[in-house]
């Protein structure tokens, strides 16, 4: 069949849709329905407000938080940074599987027999308890002030996947356009973004490993982002009562070949 | 087709389950849910060209919506917004799972297992959109809500957040790129 005179974008609606599977729609209408029934009832039933669990948070967290405490932008940076995760890098495994939440607040997830058949790991949609906010409802993870304006073809909406460092040390990441945002994140008070890394057209990318490390008194945060075929080590640090990316730190280990190796260079 | 024609059921439906959602009513988050499931679903489809990979992403929507539905705040039709949410879990998948290659060869098959009767002209379509998914991404948004779902310029832009004459010349580029292959 050659039709060189006809429209080849006319031929498009001709796709022919498959059905959904009945049980599956059944399954997963029956998941969200429940999600969105937990939802209400914790909304009803909220705990403590965000900024009571937040200065509760910020008293547990004195040690981080002096220096900066010390300084006019306390009360913002208690509400901007929260770097709870940062504090605790107990656990000496590397970053695990990639979690695919939905933006928080995220709705609580179904059991797994919910849903009439298995999902890949790095697909799976995770409970985050995270707490109902007590005001207007915003999905995403909120920009810093100074941050560019989000892009609104994507920032809303995309799902947000998340990755474990060290310890409680969580990332949240999403490709937006043609970028990969990072976020830091706490359960008492969201995530907030700390780098936007350019992504080539095509390719794709995730953090990889992450860990604190002191160095100088200071804590940094170490991430690996692996995009497309290449890895490169980020160093992020707090800076005005913001967190963000440490260029000359990030220079020195951006090529390292693993953790040794950028534990090394940031000790010379 | 982005239009409101899954149930048969008029925007009106839509509207009286949106205002008893917003209020907490569980029965008709379902209601609207299992309206629009196969809309979700066949979106995801045409998009992705692989059933799993849309069961997955249709999971993925249904879940958020049981608390995105609240942030919907009707300057849109639902449609229009839920097609958004639905491209967005599209593209996530998409990036995040590296999966194109793989429904890039399976496309094929389904063509062949999920079309009917003319075999030639289903091939055909199937080639033709295998092509449209390798298109830059802002090219194959355009012509996959222009000609896939036939909406009007002014739709898409919408959707797309851009202005019609950037669809349009999307479009442009779209058939320049494709012109060689197709």
Redesign the interface.
Known sequence: ?NRPDRD??????????????PG??RA??????E??????QGGRTAGPGWHERLADWLRSRRNWMAPVVAGAFAAALAVAILPGPLLTPERPEAVGD?E?V??L???A??PDTA?S?G??A??E?VAEPLPAPTGP?R?GAQPAPDAPPPD???A????M?IVHGDGDLRLGY??V?DRLDLFLLDEAAGGRQIDSIPVP?GA?G?PGEAFILRRDGAEILVVQTELGDDTAWHAYEVTDGSIGRNEALSARIADASDRREVEARLAE | MLAESEGEETGDDTELLLVRVRAGDADAFERLLTRYYPFIFKTAFRWLGHRTDAEDVTQSVCMRLADAIQGFDGRSRFTSWLYRVTLNAVRDMQRSQQRRKRQLAEVAALASEERAPDQEDQLRVADIWRKVRELPEKQRDAVFLVYGEQLSQAEAAAIMRCKEVTVSWHIHNARKTLRDLL
Not at chain 1, 10 to 20: H, M, N, Q, V
Not at chain 1, 35 to 40: E, N
Not at chain 1, 156 to 159: E, F, Q
Request: charged residues 30%; glycine residues 4%; aromatic residues 4%.
């Open positions: 069949m080849p974008f006319e031929l498009l609606p001709g796709l022919i849709d498959p059905e959904p599977d599956v729609m997963t209408i029956a998941a969200s329905r999600a969105f029934l937990r939802r209400q990639g695919q939905a933006d607040p995220a709705p997830v179904p849903l058949r999902r890949d790095d697909s949609a409802i999905m609104r073809d994507l809303d909406l995309s799902p996947q999403r490709f356009a057209p794709s995730r």
